[in-house]
C-alpha cells in the first residue's frame, strides 16, 4: 500500500469540507480518461492551445534566434500523452533535449516512445514524479525551458501556483524560460460544459479516485451511490469537481470509517481561470516576467512566455 496516498485520502476525508488531491487521478485508467476528455465537443481548451502551439512555436523560433540561443533543454512538467509538446519540436529545431515529468508514469513511457520514433535525432528523458514536490532536474548546458501546458497550472491553489513556479524557477535554473497554457474567464455556459460533457466520460474521470481507492487503499466506496458535479464558482473564478454522495452512508477505507450525508460532497478539483494580466501579477510574483503572450480567438485561451527575472533569482 502507497503509503502518502493513504494519508493524503484520509487527511483529504477527515477536513469538514471533504476533498481529495486531484493528483490522484492520474493511473494508467485516468490518464485513458483524460484522453478522452481532450476529444470531446464541449472540452475546448484542449483543441484551442494545441491550435495556437504551432504560430507560438514559429514566434518563438525567431525569438530564440534573435537571442542568440542555439540550444534548448524542453522540461515538461505534466507531460501526458505528450501531444502538445509535438507542434513546439517540429518548429523549434533549437531543442535538441527534451525532459518529460508526469507522476503517471506507465503512460508517460508509452508515449515517450511514439515520440522517439517521430523525433530520432532528439534525446529525451522520461522521468516519472510529482510535480507539488522538490524537483530533481539534470539540467544540459543548453537554455533551459519548462514547458507546461494543459491549463495544470489552474488546478493549484493561486498561492501554490506562485510557489510551483518559484520551484520551477529554482529547477530550472538562472536564464531559464517558461511557456505555459491559461485558461481565461469566460462565460459559464462555455465553462461549465467543459467539465459536465453529454457522454458522461468527465463523471467517469472523476470517479477513477474512488476506483483506485477501493483497489489500493482497502476503499469500499459504491460508485453508484456517488454522483458526478461541475459548477463555475465565479466569485473565486474556479471550476469546482465534486461527488456528491445520493444518500447517507459509511465508507471504510484501510479499516477507517467515513460518515456521508445524503448530498454531501468530496471537492475533488478546481480549476482556476485568470484574466492574463491577473496571471502575469502571480507570474512576477514567484519571479518571473511576461516576455510575450498569445491570445486564441475571442481570448478564450491563453499561452505565456516568462523569462526569470532578476527578482526571482
Ligand atoms: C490536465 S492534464 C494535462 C496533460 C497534458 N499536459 C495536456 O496539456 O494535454 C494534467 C497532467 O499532469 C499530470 N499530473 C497531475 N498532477 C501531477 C503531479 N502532482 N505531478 C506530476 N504530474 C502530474 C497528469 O498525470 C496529467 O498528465
Known amino acids: 500500500m502507497d503509503h502518502v496516498f493513504l494519508q493524503d485520502v484520509?487527511?483529504?476525508?477527515?477536513?469538514?469540507?471533504?476533498?481529495?488531491p486531484p493528483k490522484y487521478f492520474y493511473d494508467q485508467q485516468g490518464s485513458a480518461y483524460f484522453d478522452q476528455i481532450c476529444q470531446l465537443d464541449e472540452y475546448y481548451p484542449y483543441r484551442t492551445e494545441l491550435g495556437l502551439l504551432p504560430e507560438v512555436a514559429r514566434e518563438l523560433k525567431h525569438y530564440f534566434e534573435r537571442a542568440s540561443v542555439s540550444s534548448l533543454q524542453l522540461v515538461e512538467f505534466g507531460a501526458g500523452s505528450l501531444h502538445k509538446v509535438k507542434p513546439v519540436l517540429e518548429e523549434l529545431s533549437m531543442v535538441d533535449e527534451f525532459v518529460a515529468l508526469d507522476i503517471s508514469g506507465e503512460h508517460l513511457k508509452e508515449a515517450s516512445s511514439d515520440l522517439a520514433e517521430a523525433f530520432p535525432q532528439l534525446t529525451i528523458k522520461v522521468v516519472q514524479g510529482d510535480f507539488t514536490q522538490p524537483m530533481q532536474m539534470e539540467l544540459s548546458s543548453a537554455t533551459p525551458m519548462g514547458f507546461f501546458p494543459g491549463s495544470t497550472i489552474g488546478n493549484f491553489e493561486p498561492e501554490e501556483a506562485v510557489e510551483f513556479l518559484r520551484n520551477a524557477g529554482t529547477t530550472l535554473g538562472e536564464e531559464s524560460y517558461l511557456l505555459l497554457g491559461v485558461d481565461t474567464k469566460k462565460d459559464r455556459a462555455i465553462l461549465e460544459p467543459a467539465y459536465n460533457d453529454s457522454k458522461g466520460v468527465t463523471a467517469l474521470f472523476n470517479k477513477n479516485i474512488l476506483t483506485r481507492i477501493n483497489?489500493?487503499?482497502?476503499?469500499?466506496?459504491?460508485l453508484d451511490q456517488f454522483e458526478h458535479t461541475a459548477i463555475y464558482n465565479q466569485q473565486l473564478g474556479r471550476i469546482e469537481m465534486h461527488l456528491r454522495s445520493l444518500t447517507k452512508q459509511e465508507v471504510s477505507i484501510a479499516g477507517e470509517r467515513f460518515q456521508f450525508a445524503e448530498g454531501e460532497t468530496i471537492h475533488t478539483e478546481n480549476s482556476y481561470k485568470y484574466h492574463p494580466e491577473e496571471f502575469e501579477r502571480l507570474a512576477s510574483r514567484a519571479g518571473w516576467s511576461p516576455e510575450s503572450v498569445w491570445l486564441a480567438a475571442d481570448g478564450i485561451f491563453a499561452i505565456m512566455l516568462l523569462r526569470r527575472s532578476a527578482a526571482g533569482r
Do not use: M, T, V, Y
Not at 484520509?10 to 481529495?20: E, F, H, I, T, V
Not at 483497489?215 to 459504491?222: P, S, T, V
Open 10 to 20: 484520509l487527511a483529504g476525508l477527515r477536513l469538514p469540507q471533504k476533498a481529495l
Open 215 to 222: 483497489r489500493e487503499l482497502d476503499g469500499n466506496f459504491d
